[in-house]
């Protein structure tokens, strides 16, 4: 079966770090260009970081760049998403999923058509 499974996440406070993973099953992750999306409560889901397996460039969301940071672990068949000085803004549940490529259309198109078959994702808080 091929799927993604999320893990990592928690309550944080703010300023606080966490690692997100991002496992698949089924299939070879370091062959597939993988995006970390995140959905905040009341929110449409948006793109946080994307990794291009075209050109091995990874890609970060304004919001986020300069605190986090994605990375590969071929070994392990995974991708992971090291999330410091967060705040109360980065509260969401997070996503990975592997869109067509890293551009804006591609990961629009991922939240507009995938978001449906993404995994349960997993939770990140960040309060005092």
């Known amino acids: 079966q091929v799927q993604l499974v999320e893990s990592g996440g928690g309550l944080v406070q703010p300023g606080g770090s966490l690692r997100l993973s991002c496992t698949a099953s089924g299939f070879t992750l370091d062959r597939y260009t993988i995006a970390w999306f995140r959905q905040a409560p009341g929110k449409e889901p948006e793109w946080v970081s994307c990794?291009?397996?075209?050109?091995?460039?990874?890609y970060y969301e304004d919001s986020v760049r300069g605190r986090f940071f994605a990375s590969r672990d071929v070994a392990k068949n995974s991708v992971y998403l090291q999330a410091n000085s967060l705040t109360s803004e980065d509260t969401a549940v997070y996503y990975c999923a592997a869109p067509e490529r890293c551009t804006l259309v591609a990961l629009t198109a991922e939240i507009i058509d995938g978001s449906d078959r993404w995994g349960q994702g997993t939770q990140v808080t960040v309060s005092s």
């Open positions: 990794l291009s397996a075209t050109d091995g460039t990874t």
